[in-house]
T-cell receptor, first 115, second 111 residues
C-alpha cells in the first residue's frame, strides 16, 4: 500500500498562534513530499515541495517565513503555520511520492480554522 | 505559467451512462497526467494516471491522452451514484515537480 497520514485532522486556534501539521508516509519512504492548500470550492494549490535533508522549495506567492517546512526524515514532513490569521483558514493537504515514482499519495488533510 | 483547465460543471449523468470528463493543459513540457476523485470535505484519491498518448483502461475507467492537442480525458462507464464527486485533473512535469491541478469538475450521477 501507500498510506499517508496527517495529524491533526482538524485544529482551531486563535489569531497569532502557530500551528504545526505533521505528514507521515506510513509504509514507504518519501524523499519528496508536497504541501497543498485548498480553499472552499477551489482546487488544490501547491504551496511547497518538501525535500528530505534540504530546504523546501516554495511556490510563487507563498511566504516561506510564514509556512515553515521541515522534512527531517524519509517518512515525516511538518508544516508550521506561524502567527496564523483568519485568512490562513483552509484545508491543508500533504502528499508523498515514493522514491523513483511519479504518483502522489495524499494524506487525509488538516482543516485549520483560525479565529 | 502552467495551467490546467477543467469545466467546473456540474456535469449531470444518468446512472448507468458514460460520464466524460475533460481537461486541457498549457505546458507542453508536462509529462504525466493524473485523475483524482475528491468527495466533499475529503482528500483526493488517485483514480488513474497516464503518460503515453492513447487510451489506458482500468475497470470502469478509461483515461485518454492526446499530447498534440494537450488534452486529457476520463471516461467512467456504467456510472454509479457513488461516482458523484469532484474530479481533479493534474499534470506533472516529471522530476521533483509537484502537481498542477485544474479546478475540478463536479460530477453528479442521477439515480
Amino acid at each position: 500500500g501507500a498510506v499517508v497520514s496527517q495529524h491533526p485532522s482538524w485544529v482551531i486556534c486563535k489569531s497569532g498562534t502557530s500551528v504545526k501539521i505533521e505528514c507521515r508516509s506510513l509504509d514507504f519512504q518519501a524523499t519528496t513530499m508536497f504541501w497543498y492548500r485548498q480553499f472552499p470550492k477551489q482546487s488544490l494549490m501547491l504551496m511547497a515541495t518538501s525535500n528530505e535533508g534540504s530546504k523546501a522549495t516554495y511556490e510563487q506567492g507563498v511566504e516561506k517565513d510564514k509556512f515553515l517546512i521541515n522534512h527531517a526524515s524519509l517518512t515525516l514532513s511538518t508544516l508550521t503555520v506561524t502567527s496564523a490569521h483568519p485568512e490562513d483558514s483552509s484545508f491543508y493537504i500533504c502528499s508523498a511520492r515514493r522514491d523513483g515514482g511519479e504518483m502522489e499519495f495524499f494524506g487525509p488533510g488538516t482543516r485549520l480554522t483560525v479565529l | 505559467q502552467k495551467e490546467v483547465e477543467q469545466n467546473s460543471g456540474p456535469l449531470s449523468v444518468p446512472e448507468g451512462a458514460i460520464a466524460s470528463l475533460n481537461c486541457t493543459y498549457s505546458d507542453r513540457g508536462s509529462q504525466s497526467f493524473f485523475w483524482y476523485r475528491q468527495y466533499s470535505g475529503k482528500s483526493p484519491e488517485l483514480i488513474m494516471f497516464i503518460y503515453s498518448n492513447g487510451d489506458k483502461e482500468d475497470g470502469r475507467f478509461t483515461a485518454q491522452l492526446n499530447k498534440a492537442s494537450q488534452y486529457v480525458s476520463l471516461l467512467i462507464r456504467d456510472s454509479q451514484p457513488s461516482d458523484s464527486a469532484t474530479y481533479l485533473c493534474g499534470s506533472s512535469g516529471g522530476g521533483a515537480d509537484g502537481l498542477t491541478f485544474g479546478k475540478g469538475t463536479h460530477l453528479i450521477i442521477q439515480p
